[in-house]
């Protein structure tokens, strides 16, 4: 249901830069009515979607569902949320209608409508991450939205260098809360990002095996294509 610009292509970015590496991965499909916890999951992925698809996701997270990924997110588990799947982790999400969609809580922010005489949100963008070293990642991506994110305390995961981020107005993008992270890059994120896989895969790994390293992998060819479409994003 949430697979919206590609987003499944997040999924198989994972999948392939494990295998690559030896690593053993399986891909459980989580439905509307099913539980997570038993699924034994590392790593949970929300897609993008529309208000409808959104609608019928709030009232199935209302339950035990949204109350497990809490659960998980708290604990340190890796979450990522993509769109309408970032939106739905806040407190709540205003449709167009004005219908207030519950979100699962996670990150203390809201979603709001735009406003008749606002514009979509849409074109590439790029945002640079703070990392624990003092340092700073980028990574690039596409957004296509109309609803304007508030963060209510929650922290962004970045700032915009190029695009709009969550509402085009206060320079930031995405929300994180430990090991939990939403955005609205689609695109996808993660195969255009290889190094934020990375990073996911890594922390997801080390929670079990905090002496574990990544194997490193040739990317050569991915990081001239993201040297490529970052230089033309910068240039507007």
């Known amino acids: 249901m949430m697979n919206l610009y590609g987003d499944r292509g997040n999924v198989i970015s994972i999948q392939k830069r494990c295998e690559w590496r030896g690593i053993p991965v399986e891909v459980v499909d989580v439905r509307l009515g099913e539980s997570i916890h038993p699924t034994g999951c590392d790593i949970f992925l929300f897609g993008g979607g529309q208000d409808r698809e959104q609608a019928l996701l709030a009232d199935d997270l209302s339950g035990s569902k949204g109350a497990d990924l809490r659960s998980i997110s708290a604990a340190g588990g ?7 799947g970032y939106q739905l982790m806040g407190s709540h999400y205003e449709t167009a209608d004005g219908e207030k969609l519950p979100g699962v809580g996670i990150f203390d922010l809201h979603t709001e409508p735009r406003k008749p005489d606002e514009e979509r949100l849409i074109g590439n963008v790029l945002v640079r991450i703070p990392l624990e070293d003092g340092s700073r990642g980028e990574i690039v991506g596409f957004e296509n939205h109309g609803g304007r994110t508030r963060l209510d305390g929650a ?32 695109g996808s994120l993660l195969p255009k990002n290889p ?3 990375d990073r996911l895969i890594e922390t997801a ?10 194997e490193p992998l040739d990317d050569g060819v991915e990081k001239s294509a993201f040297e490529s479409v970052s230089a033309r994003v910068r240039r507007g």
């Open 205 to 214: 790994i080390k929670r079990t095996d905090d002496t574990f390293e990544l």
């Open 155 to 186: 922290a962004p995961l970045g700032e915009v260098v190029s695009g709009f981020g969550n509402n085009g107005e206060d320079g930031t993008e995405g929300a994180r809360k430990m090991n939990t992270y939403g955005t609205y890059l689609h």
């Open 78 to 84: 890796v979450v990522l949320g993509v769109c309408g």
């Open 195 to 197: 190094w934020f896989t």
